[in-house]
Nanobody, 123 residues
Framework: QVQLVESGGGLAQPGGSLRLSCVAS??????MGWFRQAPGKEREFIAR????????YYADSVKGRFTISRDNAKNTGYLQMNSLKPEDTAVYYC??????????????????WGQGTQVTVSS
């Protein structure tokens, strides 16, 4: 099992920044991803990172504004969110995948999820 705990959500103004953290514990995993889910919508892929090699992939909607990273020593993943927009408002989730063979672009690729953290972008 892998346990994931997100933190760092909150209220930000349009154009502002937030950094989300996802602390992982338990067994090893190959990929970590970030998703978000707004009320009445499906869980949406944002970004994913290969845990050992560090390669990354982003959704077009956040490319150039969000950055995914990880600190292997702390077993923690991060999502730095800049130039926030009201449409970024959602509950943000981190997930982990055991197998590096999965692309990690769909929610059903993931074996483990955190509890989510609310991000609200509003003036």
């Amino acid at each position: 099992q892998v346990q994931l705990v997100e933190s760092g959500g909150g209220l930000a103004q349009p154009g502002g920044s937030l950094r989300l953290s996802c602390v992982a514990s338990g067994r090893t995993f190959a990929l970590m991803g970030w998703f978000r889910q707004a009320p009445g919508k499906e869980r949406e892929f944002i970004a994913r990172i290969n845990w050992s090699g560090g390669s990354t992939y982003y959704a077009d909607s956040v490319k150039g504004r969000f950055t995914i990273s990880r600190d292997n020593a702390k077993n923690t993943g991060y999502l730095q969110m800049n130039s926030l927009k009201p449409e970024d408002t959602a509950v943000y989730y981190c997930g982990a995948i055991r197998s590096a063979l999965r692309l990690g672009l769909r929610a059903y690729d993931y074996d483990y999820w955190g509890q989510g953290t609310q991000v609200t972008v509003s003036s």
